[in-house]
């Protein structure tokens, strides 16, 4: 009767989830490169010009990606969070510091890239429409995670204090979503609908959907390449930590 709750929460051990991590991230990477490259290819050189926009539309390739992952990205660092404030489990917290950085740096390529397509198809880089302030709001809030946590020395203090700002933030989330719906803004309505489906042409939609893999699998890549150097940082005056670094040592 034992054994099956050891198996469910095995990987909530930082020693376990470091040996996973350390053979998922590297396939998770060519992954990400090869779909993005794929994506790329199809979006920029492939795909129709649209009789509206122009050749301008192609920054979409990028911009509805990063947007979508600015989002899927907090959720999880909120997901992390909760189970660290409910179980009090190492890594949760870990995994939420994991995260933050690639969804800053999504949420810093969504705001880029809008501005970027907003200039010729709006007059201006930035307006102040519902979708791009909750977008930029979103933004402040990752800096703010970071920041946060990294100013808290104690790792248990600065998991807990992250925890509750991520899981406050989450709710920012269904508004930048729900926006083009809720107010009457100058950004344009989703192209892609799971319940509509989608009003872009195959190969747009192709394009779009394996540019999205692309980011999600690289996230998932750097986030996990990231937890490990955490985990040997929060875990360094472990047995299993010392033993790992003499190994490395003796073998160069």
Same mark, same amino acid.
């Given at each position: 009767?034992?054994?099956?709750?050891?198996?469910?929460?095995?990987? #909530?051990?930082?020693?376990?989830?470091?040996?996973?991590?350390?053979?998922?991230?590297?396939?998770?990477?060519?992954?990400?490169?090869?779909?993005?490259?794929?994506?790329?290819?199809?979006?920029?050189?492939?795909?129709?010009?649209?009789?509206?926009?122009?050749?301008?539309?192609?920054?979409?390739?990028?911009?509805?990606?990063?947007?979508?992952?600015?989002?899927?990205?907090?959720?999880?660092?909120?997901?992390?969070?909760?189970?660290?404030?409910?179980?009090?489990?190492?890594?949760?917290?870990?995994?939420?510091?994991?995260?933050?950085?690639?969804?800053?740096?999504?949420?810093?390529?969504?705001?880029?890239?809008?501005?970027?397509?907003?200039?010729?198809?709006?007059? #201006?880089?930035?307006?102040?429409?519902?979708?791009?302030?909750?977008?930029?709001?979103?933004?402040?809030?990752?800096?703010?995670?970071?920041?946060?946590?990294?100013?808290?020395?104690?790792?248990?203090?600065?998991?807990?204090?992250?925890?509750?700002?991520?899981?406050?933030?989450?709710?920012?989330?269904?508004?930048?979503?729900?926006?083009?719906?809720?107010?009457?803004?100058?950004?344009?309505?989703?192209?892609?609908?799971?319940?509509?489906?989608?009003?872009?042409?195959?190969?747009?939609?192709?394009?779009?959907?394996?540019?999205?893999?692309?980011?999600?699998?690289?996230?998932? #890549?750097?986030?996990?390449?990231?937890?490990?150097?955490?985990?040997?940082?929060?875990?360094?005056?472990?047995?299993?930590?010392?033993?790992?670094?003499?190994?490395?040592?003796?073998?160069?």
């Amino acid at each position: 009767m034992t054994s099956q709750p050891n198996f469910w929460f095995r990987y #909530a051990s930082p020693q376990a989830f470091y040996g996973l991590a350390g053979r998922l991230w590297p396939v998770l990477a060519v992954f990400a490169t090869l779909l993005g490259a794929w994506g790329l290819w199809l979006g920029l050189f492939v795909a129709p010009v649209d009789f509206q926009q122009g050749q301008a539309y192609r920054i979409i390739f990028v911009h509805v990606p990063a947007s979508w992952m600015s989002m899927v990205i907090y959720l999880a660092m909120a997901f992390w969070a909760l189970l660290g404030l409910t179980f009090n489990t190492r890594l949760s917290g870990m995994m939420s510091r994991a995260l933050a950085p690639t969804g800053a740096l999504f949420a810093f390529l969504s705001l880029w890239t809008g501005a970027l397509w907003g200039k010729p198809m709006w007059g #201006a880089w930035w307006v102040w429409d519902a979708r791009l302030t909750s977008e930029l709001i979103l933004f402040f809030l990752y800096l703010g995670f970071m920041g946060l946590t990294s100013a808290i020395e104690d790792p248990r203090r600065s998991d807990k204090a992250g925890g509750l700002l991520a899981l406050v933030g989450a709710i920012n989330v269904p508004i930048i979503y729900f926006s083009v719906r809720w107010w009457n803004t100058l950004h344009q309505g989703a192209s892609v609908s799971v319940t509509q489906g989608s009003s872009m042409a195959q190969t747009m939609l192709s394009a779009m959907l394996l540019m999205a893999l692309s980011f999600w699998m690289y996230a998932i #890549a750097v986030a996990l390449y990231r937890v490990r150097t955490l985990i040997l940082e929060r875990e360094r005056h472990t047995h299993w930590v010392t033993e790992l670094l003499s190994a490395k040592e003796t073998a160069a």
